[in-house]
């Protein structure tokens, strides 16, 4: 969070740093077709593998020990989980660069709006994902237009304290 207001702060200097720190805290502008076409293979081979390990992903939730009890091969399936993970960040941080906390607190959202069922949460994660960020992207452009602030200040800002809510509620649930 306090990097996200060092950011910003720098950002609203000099072209040569904006330009960096653009990189690093990511942006979608000027991205078109072309990049779209570059990270498409990528998201359809990803989102495919979780897709397709969405039961016993929700097995894996209970536990590994319990998963291997329910027949889940459970260290083929964290690799491939892994796998498609890494495939999905790699592309995305490829195109875009590093945009925080959308992978972090999108999911656990989710969770709580729609359920732990990762064969709805997987594609609605996706979704809600995709609509926040479209929606950090507006805010970046326009809260001080001219100038475009790199679109993981927004969500660092929005997503930060999100994550710090969830994780002392999940503290309160576990003590308490």
């Given at each position: 969070f306090l990097g996200a207001i060092i950011s910003l702060m720098i950002a609203l200097t000099g072209d040569e740093l904006r330009q960096i720190i653009g990189w690093l805290l990511g942006s979608v502008s000027m991205r078109g077709?072309?990049?779209i076409k570059i990270i498409l293979p990528f998201f359809i081979i990803g989102s495919c593998l979780l897709l397709f390990n969405a039961k016993?992903?929700?097995?894996?939730s209970f536990g590994e020990e319990r998963a291997q009890h329910l027949g889940v091969n459970v260290h083929k399936?964290?690799?491939i989980v892994l796998t498609a993970g890494s495939i999905l960040t790699g592309a995305a941080v490829a195109v875009s660069g590093t945009i925080g906390f959308v992978g972090l607190v999108i999911p656990?959202?989710?969770r709580l709006l729609w359920g732990p069922d990762h064969r709805q949460l997987l594609p609605l994660s996706i979704i809600t994902g995709a609509g926040f960020l479209i929606l950090a992207d507006l805010v970046s452009r326009t809260i001080i237009s001219p100038t475009e602030l790199p679109i993981g200040v927004i969500t660092a800002l929005i997503?930060?304290?999100v994550f710090a809510i969830i994780l002392l509620q999940r503290k309160k649930e576990r003590s308490g």
């Open positions: 077709w072309d990049y016993e992903l929700n097995a894996m399936r964290k690799l656990h959202l989710s997503g930060a304290p």
